[in-house]
């Protein structure tokens, strides 16, 4: 393979359709590796824009403006960081000749809650919590009748917990129906009610596919990451996880097939359940993992690099667990602040193997991530307990 110089002739060219603080960190591997950089996103002053050769701002379930963009760039790779684009427009795409990372068909299946359920647990026979998909209130009653109380109810297409209702009584169904397709992506009336399960822990499987030759592809696994959530969103992950290695196998196992079964190359992150005996497959996402933010501590390679390998045809034959590593996110507390700055970042970098890292998003909302912290320990207790000290110690104002 030949990289030229980036913005000269014989470059090799990322186009990334979302530029969020995952598409920053693939954007600064991108650059580091010669590559130009192209970052796509809904809104200005995105974090990988920062990073970026150009930047465009769109709506990015217009069709017709991905599809104009992409043609202007005419990227060597197209790769989708968030599961809110146009997948009619990758599909389009994928069929001119363009590349998408991983496949413009996988995207689209882990955007949508049905068809992707309907992958794993109809057609590769997965285990998964109970399940029914519903289209309207009556529906939705009948369906969390039928799977029993408690149960959630979350729309065809969210992401990041958008949308997930706890559902405790058959009164509250049309509510929290109400509630979940608000929070839908589009104008989508469909949503999945789930069986509720206490959950023990949560693992996230970095699953990636590269070319181990100029024909063969090869799948591989990361040791799982594992997390909790307070909620639906992710707060904070330590890695290695610390499960028994037969669960860390099953998991694999899970994650091995769903992403084989999508297909395409680079890293998706495989969500995996852990209740009482039970392990579930619960979600994909077909990008790097938020979770996996704690790679860039814990590993010799970051799943970003991975992925950005994996989308321009290099390989990553092994990736080595350097230290016990754990992250932490730094939320926003209040709406709508411009230019928003972060106090006590140096009381945080006191603690010795902490490092941080600072979106640059240009605004706040409530719980927006606004950046995360790493720590290094000598064993992902201590890194937990250093994590989560300074993260307390770092406040958005």
């Given at each position: 393979?030949?990289?030229?110089?980036?913005?000269?002739?014989?470059?090799?060219?990322i186009?990334?359709?979302?530029s969020?603080?995952?598409?920053?960190?693939?954007?600064?591997?991108?650059?580091?590796?010669?590559?130009?950089?192209?970052?796509?996103?809904?809104?200005?002053?995105?974090?990988?824009?920062?990073?970026?050769?150009?930047?465009?701002?769109?709506?990015?379930?217009?069709?017709?403006?991905?599809?104009?963009?992409?043609?202007?760039?005419?990227?060597?790779?197209?790769?989708?960081?968030?599961?809110a684009?146009?997948?009619?427009?990758?599909?389009?795409?994928?069929?001119?000749?363009?590349?998408v990372?991983p496949?413009?068909?996988?995207?689209?299946?882990?955007?949508?809650?049905?068809?992707?359920?309907?992958?794993?647990?109809?057609?590769?026979?997965?285990?998964?919590?109970?399940?029914?998909?519903?289209?309207?209130?009556?529906?939705a009653?009948?369906?969390?009748?039928?799977?029993?109380?408690?149960?959630?109810?979350?729309?065809?297409?969210s992401?990041?917990?958008?949308?997930?209702?706890?559902?405790?009584?058959?009164?509250?169904?049309?509510?929290?129906?109400?509630?979940?397709?608000?929070?839908?992506?589009?104008?989508?009336?469909?949503?999945?009610?789930?069986?509720?399960v206490?959950?023990?822990?949560?693992?996230?499987?970095?699953?990636?596919?590269?070319?181990?030759?100029?024909?063969?592809?090869?799948?591989?696994?990361?040791?799982?990451?594992?997390?909790?959530?307070?909620?639906?969103y992710?707060?904070?992950?330590?890695?290695?996880?610390?499960?028994?290695e037969?669960?860390?196998?099953?998991?694999?196992?899970?994650?091995?097939?769903?992403?084989?079964?999508?297909?395409?190359?680079?890293?998706?992150?495989?969500?995996?359940?852990?209740?009482?005996?039970?392990?579930?497959?619960?979600?994909?996402?077909?990008?790097?993992?938020?979770?996996?933010?704690?790679?860039?501590?814990?590993?010799?390679?970051?799943?970003?690099?991975v992925?950005?390998r994996?989308?321009?045809?290099?390989?990553?034959?092994?990736?080595?667990?350097?230290?016990?590593?754990?992250?932490?996110v730094?939320?926003a507390?209040?709406?709508?602040?411009w230019?928003?700055?972060?106090?006590?970042?140096?009381?945080?970098l006191?603690i010795?193997?902490?490092?941080?890292?600072?979106?640059?998003?240009?605004?706040?909302?409530?719980?927006?991530?606004?950046?995360?912290?790493?720590?290094?320990?000598n064993n992902?207790?201590?890194?937990?307990?250093?994590?989560?000290?300074?993260?307390?110690?770092?406040l958005?104002?």
């Amino acid at each position: 393979m030949e990289i030229g110089t980036p913005l000269f002739d014989g470059s090799k060219k990322i186009l990334l359709l979302g530029s969020g603080e995952l598409g920053k960190e693939m954007a600064i591997e991108a650059q580091r590796m010669g590559l130009e950089v192209v970052a796509v996103d809904r809104y200005d002053f995105a974090p990988a824009m920062h990073v970026a050769h150009r930047k465009y701002v769109v709506d990015m379930m217009n069709s017709n403006a991905i599809k104009a963009i992409v043609r202007r760039e005419n990227p060597d790779a197209i790769i989708a960081e968030i599961e809110a684009i146009n997948t009619d427009a990758l599909v389009d795409l994928e069929s001119s000749g363009f590349k998408v990372i991983p496949n413009a068909n996988a995207v689209r299946i882990c955007m949508n809650r049905v068809e992707l359920r309907r992958l794993a647990a109809e057609k590769l026979k997965l285990p998964t919590t109970k399940y029914a998909f519903a289209d309207n209130a009556d529906e939705a009653k009948r369906a969390c009748k039928d799977i029993g109380f408690p149960c959630l109810i979350k729309p065809e297409m969210s992401s990041s917990g958008h949308g997930h209702v706890l559902v405790n009584k058959v009164e509250d169904v049309e509510e929290a129906y109400n509630e979940s397709i608000s929070h839908a992506r589009g104008k989508g009336k469909r949503v999945i009610v789930e069986e509720y399960v206490k959950i023990d822990t949560e693992l996230t499987v970095l699953t990636y596919r590269y070319y181990s030759s100029s024909t063969n592809i090869t799948t591989r696994t990361i040791e799982p990451i594992e997390h909790k959530r307070p909620s639906y969103y992710y707060v904070e992950s330590w890695h290695p996880s610390t499960v028994r290695e037969e669960v860390k196998d099953t998991a694999k196992n899970l994650a091995l097939k769903v992403v084989e079964e999508l297909g395409g190359l680079g890293i998706y992150g495989v969500e995996i359940i852990v209740t009482g005996n039970r392990i579930l497959f619960s979600e994909v996402a077909p990008r790097p993992h938020d979770t996996g933010l704690v790679t860039l501590a814990s590993s010799d390679i970051s799943e970003f690099q991975v992925h950005v390998r994996s989308a321009i045809g290099l390989p990553t034959p092994e990736i080595k667990l350097v230290s016990p590593a754990a992250s932490h996110v730094i939320l926003a507390q209040s709406e709508n602040i411009w230019g928003p700055k972060f106090i006590n970042v140096e009381k945080a970098l006191e603690i010795p193997g902490v490092q941080i890292r600072l979106f640059g998003k240009p605004t706040t909302y409530e719980k927006r991530r606004m950046g995360v912290v790493l720590a290094t320990g000598n064993n992902v207790e201590e890194a937990i307990e250093k994590v989560r000290k300074a993260s307390s110690l770092i406040l958005v104002k």
